[in-house]
């Protein structure tokens, strides 16, 4: 089971806000459904966003009437600006749109048709890839855990949120399938409880011992030497390695470094923004103050109060104990390393 | 309006489990509904709960059918045990009901009747006291806030923490009161969600403008420069500052003290706890699973997952830049400034 899906001309994604009660599937059409379904996070996580906005630039290829490539062009640039401007933090969404564009831009060569196809080729073998990254590192990344201890996690960096297996949960996963026992501890993550919705449900579900602890917990239990590890995804990671990832990833480093516990970042190097400096120019996403005064319909804060609900924060690279990639671990000074990793990735692609 | 109040010959409060929703009262006319008031958190907060223990030993007073000094003590200790097993962690319970029932085990010398008019006085004055101690604490902590600024607090350490006024957002009222300029950020604090329920209400009926945050977004915020102080309330102090107060306090004070903020607890000398070195000999309350699992009746878990629930946490006092008390303000070494405080009390007490 795949959270993102090509199934009979249609986008198939699992429809993340109603987990764990209810697995239900949501279906796109067109590229205005898939825009709708990152938006409203239906679909989320920054692998799992990329590859699907990849297929809503393919239902936007087949959707275009006609075969002129000048009026293509201009389609696809809008079908491309939608997509992009649906959730502005974590830079997959771009880079996957980006990718898309550049061939959908050159369908004057090999016509209109032909590029259709190439657009649906190619969001299918970023699914593909998306695995294999995640298996990769999720074998570079479970040799850093130890053979016997409790790792924390913040928010899904799992299965949902990727196409399959998962990144920071990809490294749990490959942990364990190495013989490691691993418990989790895993933080709620609100507001939209990622943590207790998605990564404790998708735990259980490979028979990993978890604890669910609210965010305010993690803290503590650091503080008690009961975590040995922790392993988080990311959203983007500009090039001196300062990691934006979901709100209150930034606490958890601070406060793994004042414990003397390693904090991993696991994160494709599609994650990776090199033409970013710092973790300083990254735009935070802020979303609808209704994430926090409800939960399934029921109000929990006062009327007319004003709420804060950023949805991201930035982790300077000096908490970061290691960058996890699909092509090798990035450690200071992360400028070279991710350099590196990254365009070993461009080499072997070209 | 008090939180605590003696209504014609019943105790009444404010049922926090329903607000800002509904304001409700609940009356207690045994010492058995005080028990389970507390337990079941309708009444919280360290000052609240230790008046709320004083009426219930006078409850249970008057309860006693007859005047036989032997049985009213043995019945009054078992009042004391049933009231003292509610809750662990918070010290003020201990310390009502200790120097309540030391009152009532003299019965023999004034008569059981004579002990019930003066435990139901006691617990009257000590009700008095805790106002009156909020605003000396009030009027030693405005001074140490700037004269504009964001202030940070976690929990509910306020009027409906306390008889009335509150501790930490006594700080808070009274800096307003001489004109500050102060903003607010409140922590949800989960699981209970005493900050967005209750903290954010408070503050927001007396006009102080706040910013309702979940807990993880407190380090984002801190991180950014958007805050100028932290206070908060505690449960227990050990004699060497060490503070037990809502769980995801800790976290704040390490964030604090990462940032460069000034990390204040304010509470009575009832809150600290001489007979303990340090708050690694603090016993911290297990809460209930369905704490974290449920939001209003509404399921937001995987069935079957392990819950962790630890309702309050030991920040170590290396953390803490000053303790206020209505005795003045304590700061390192805190062995010593705290036995003068609390010794200072004492002796005004006698």
Same mark, same amino acid.
């Given at each position: 089971m795949n959270t993102v899906e090509w199934v009979e001309g249609k986008l198939r994604l699992i429809d993340q806000t109603r987990?764990? =009660?209810?697995?239900?599937?949501?279906?796109c059409a067109t590229h205005q459904e898939v825009a709708e379904a990152i938006r409203g996070m239906k679909v989320r996580g920054a692998p799992a966003i990329g590859v699907t906005a990849a297929f809503g630039m393919a239902l936007g290829a087949i959707a275009y009437p006609g075969s002129d490539p000048e009026g293509f062009s201009q389609h696809m640039k809008a079908v491309a600006d939608l997509l992009r401007?649906?959730?502005p933090t974590a830079v997959n969404l771009f880079w996957a749109?980006?990718?898309? /564009?550049?061939?959908? =831009?050159?369908? %004057?060569?090999? &016509?209109?048709?032909?590029?259709? &196809?190439?657009?649906? $080729?190619?969001?299918?073998?970023?699914?593909? $890839?998306?695995?294999?990254? !995640?298996?990769?590192?999720?074998?570079?990344?479970?040799e850093? /855990?130890?053979? $016997?201890?409790?790792?924390?996690?913040?928010?899904?960096?799992?299965?949902? %949120?990727?196409?399959?297996?998962g990144t920071a949960l990809g490294v749990i996963r490959a942990a364990v399938e190495r013989g490691k026992r691993i418990k989790m501890f895993v933080d709620e993550t609100r507001p939209f409880l990622q943590g207790s919705r998605l990564t404790a449900w998708e735990l259980m579900s490979e028979g990993i011992p978890t604890t669910l602890i609210t965010d305010s917990?993690?803290?503590?239990?650091m503080h008690r030497g009961a975590v040995d590890a922790v392993v988080v995804?990311?959203?983007r990671i500009a090039a001196n390695g300062d990691v934006a !990832?979901?709100?209150?990833?930034?606490?958890?480093?601070?406060?793994?470094?004042? !414990? &003397?516990?390693?904090?991993?970042?696991?994160?494709?190097?599609?994650?990776?923004? =090199?033409?970013?400096a710092s973790g300083e120019e990254i735009v935070i996403e802020e979303r609808d103050p209704r994430e926090l005064l409800y939960i399934g319909g029921h109000r929990i804060g006062p009327e007319g109060v004003q709420v804060a609900n950023p949805a991201f924060d930035v982790t300077p690279h000096r908490y970061v104990t290691a960058i996890i990639t699909e092509n090798g671990i990035a450690r200071e000074p992360y400028d070279e390393a991710l350099d590196r990793l990254v365009h070993r990735q461009i080499s072997s692609d070209t």
């Open positions: 987990l764990p =009660l209810e697995q239900q599937w949501v279906e401007a649906t959730r749109t980006e990718k898309t /564009l550049a061939v959908a =831009l050159r369908s %004057a060569e090999q &016509g209109v048709d032909g590029t259709r &196809g190439q657009l649906l $080729e190619m969001a299918q073998r970023m699914a593909i $890839e998306d695995v294999e990254a !995640n298996k990769r590192m999720g074998s570079y990344g479970a850093l /855990l130890p053979d $016997e201890g409790t790792v924390l996690t913040h928010c899904n960096a799992g299965a949902l %949120a990727t196409v399959s297996y917990m993690a803290g503590h239990f995804g990311a959203d !990832n979901k709100i209150g990833t930034y606490s958890v480093a601070v406060l793994a470094r004042e !414990n &003397g516990i390693p904090f991993y970042v696991a994160a494709p190097t599609s994650t990776v923004d =090199l033409s970013l």
